[in-house]
C-alpha cells in the first residue's frame, strides 16, 4: 500500500519538474494524500511564476523576453519551411501628452485599450507583445511583403479610431516599421533591429504611416 501510494506520486513529481501541470490520481494513504496536494500547490505557484516572467503585467500581452522566444522558435520554422515572416515595430504617436495632459493612470488605460485592438486584429497564429513604455511588437507568421504593408496600414487605421475612456475620448496614431524575413534580415536581433530603425524613419517621414526597412545586415 505505501509501495503503491509512493509510486502514484512518481509522475506528478516529474512533471512539476518540467514545469507541467501534474495530473493525480488516486492515492492510498494519508500523507501521500498531502504530498499530492502540494505538489498541485507547487504547480499552480511554479505557472503563475512562468506566466508573470513572460508576459507584460499591465496589458497581459506578451514580454519583451517572451517575444524574443518566440521569434526565434518562428524563424528556425520558417527556415525549414521556407516561409515568409513579417516583424511589425509599432510606437504610439501623441502618447506622451496624453499621459502629461491627463496622467499615468490614463495613460495606462490607453495602453491596455491599444493592447486588447492590437490582439484582435492579429490571427491565432500570430504574436503581440508590448516591448515597454508605449512600443509594441507583431509577429506575423507566413506573411509577406504585401501582406505585412496592408495589415500595417490597417492596423494605424484600428490604432487611431478615437478611445472612450471613462469621460475622455482620446485619440493617438502609430508609426510601423516592418522588417521582412529572409528579405530584410535572417536572425531575431536583425529583423528586430531593422524594424526599430523603420519605425524612426516613420516617424521622421510625418508619423501614422508605416515603412517597410531595407535590408539591413544583422
Known amino acids: 500500500m505505501i509501495a503503491k501510494s509512493v509510486s502514484s506520486l512518481t509522475a506528478p513529481a516529474l512533471a512539476l519538474g518540467y514545469g507541467q501541470e501534474p495530473k493525480i490520481g488516486s492515492v492510498y494513504l494519508r500523507e501521500a494524500d498531502e504530498v499530492a496536494k502540494a505538489l498541485v500547490e507547487a504547480s499552480a505557484v ?34 525549414r519551411m521556407k516561409m515568409h515572416m513579417a516583424v511589425l515595430f509599432i510606437d504610439l504617436d501623441g502618447f506622451k501628452a496624453v499621459n502629461d495632459r491627463h496622467g499615468h493612470g490614463m495613460g495606462d488605460q490607453l495602453l491596455r485599450a491599444v493592447a486588447t485592438r492590437l490582439d484582435a486584429a492579429v490571427r491565432s497564429s500570430d504574436i503581440v507583445a508590448r516591448l515597454g513604455g508605449d512600443e509594441f511588437a507583431i509577429l506575423l507568421i507566413d506573411t509577406g511583403r504585401a501582406d505585412a504593408h496592408r495589415f500595417a496600414k490597417q492596423l494605424i487605421e484600428r490604432i487611431s479610431a478615437p478611445y472612450l475612456l471613462g469621460n475622455l475620448s482620446i485619440c493617438v496614431a502609430a508609426s510601423i516599421g516592418i522588417a521582412l524575413f529572409p528579405e530584410t534580415a535572417a536572425t531575431p536581433e536583425g529583423l528586430l533591429l531593422a524594424a526599430d530603425e523603420a519605425m524612426y524613419q516613420a516617424k521622421r517621414e510625418g508619423k501614422g504611416r508605416s515603412v517597410v526597412a531595407q535590408v539591413l545586415t544583422p
Open 46 to 79: 511554479l505557472r503563475a511564476a512562468q506566466y508573470e516572467a513572460q508576459h507584460d503585467k499591465l496589458t497581459g500581452l506578451a514580454n519583451h523576453t517572451l517575444f524574443n522566444d518566440m521569434l526565434s522558435q518562428q524563424l528556425l520554422l520558417c527556415e
